[in-house]
């Protein structure tokens, strides 16, 4: 599973890092954690909010940060498909 | 060393996404237009349409995020309404070119001399704006994590 978490390296961003992180130790699922700090980067996949987190390629939230049962969900589900 | 952007902060949720129709009439570019204007006065950005018709994700997360969010339709087909609709987004706010005394044609480039009235208009419809209003009931700007400084 490959997950992605976009944003300019701020407090929220790094927040989020730290709860998908934990989320996926906790679950026990093999995930690679990226973080995507690039401007440009993240202008070309079209995001206009950060922090934005994408499981798979798929945007799933933007300008918040989830709770940790949140993205286990997330994560459970993009693991049916 | 890439000089790094300016009034880039893509931190917090932005106070309003505007959407235009964006269509093939008269209208429908006046209302492209009068969404760059509102944006131009920094009360929001601008979110492709396009995308939430295509229900692209990152396009919908975007639109979710935001505080508030401006349909800016060209005429009664309300496309933009609909493309909202479509991609799940239900609380909005919906303007319609053609209610504010423009005829719709085909001539892609008509009534241009209209924008900048038009623009007042919308804006006047969405003057909640100020002060913001966040749906969670807090009227507190979110500045972002930057604090508002870039």
Redesign the interface.
Known sequence: MKIEIL??G????KKLYQVASEAVKEMGIEAELIKVED?QA?MD????????LYING???????VPGKEEIKRMLTEAGKQ | MTEKPRNVCTCGSPKLMVYSCSGASNVGQLANDIAINIVESGRGSMGCLVGLGALVSTMVQNAKAANNILVIDGCAVKCGRKTLEHAGLTDFDNVVITDMGVKKTYDLKGDRGRVSDLTNKVIAKIAWVKPLTIRDGSTEEDPGCCGGKV
């Open positions: 944003g300019t701020c407090a929220k961003c401007l993240m996949m079209g995001v206009m909010i950060t922090p934005a798929e945007a799933v939230s933007a300008g918040r």
